[in-house]
């Protein structure tokens, strides 16, 4: 079984899509990428793993989980098989599901962080 070591996408929820895309292009000097979802801006990115902000999943005001609101996305050459073999030792949050990214799944660590597993096929 391999292990999901390669971080694939970050993506931070955002209160104000807009003023946050204007903070990352203007502000930060990065590059918005040709397309992206309708509810995120995902950047251009020359090496390593994607970058994009995003209407958040959650009322970000109302929070007061450690680490609600930032997406942490990990590459896994075979998803399924991974699954399979830490399915007892996780709290899965969401199973097995195709997304406009592929396939992908969510889990939970020990602190309750959800980290997004993405199939991609090893390099």
Do not use: H
Not at 53 to 61: A, F, G, Y
Not at 62 to 68: A, I, K, M
Not at 71 to 91: D, K, M
Not at 98 to 123: C, H, K, R
């Amino acid at each position: 079984m391999s292990t999901p070591t390669n971080l694939g996408f970050v993506s931070f929820q955002v209160s104000d899509l807009s003023a946050s895309r204007r903070f990352y292009t203007e502000v930060l000097g990065f590059a918005p990428a040709v397309q992206s979802p309708p509810d995120a801006c995902v950047f251009v990115t020359q090496s390593g793993a994607a970058f994009a902000i995003r209407k958040p999943l959650v009322d970000l005001q109302e929070s007061t989980r450690l680490g609600w609101g930032i997406s942490l996305w990990f590459a896994v050459p075979n998803l399924t098989a991974f699954l399979q073999g830490i399915s007892e030792q996780v709290q899965v949050v969401r199973g097995l599901q195709l997304s406009p990214f592929g396939n992908t799944a969510v889990i939970a660590d020990l602190d309750g962080y959800w980290l997004t597993l993405q199939e991609m096929p090893a390099a």
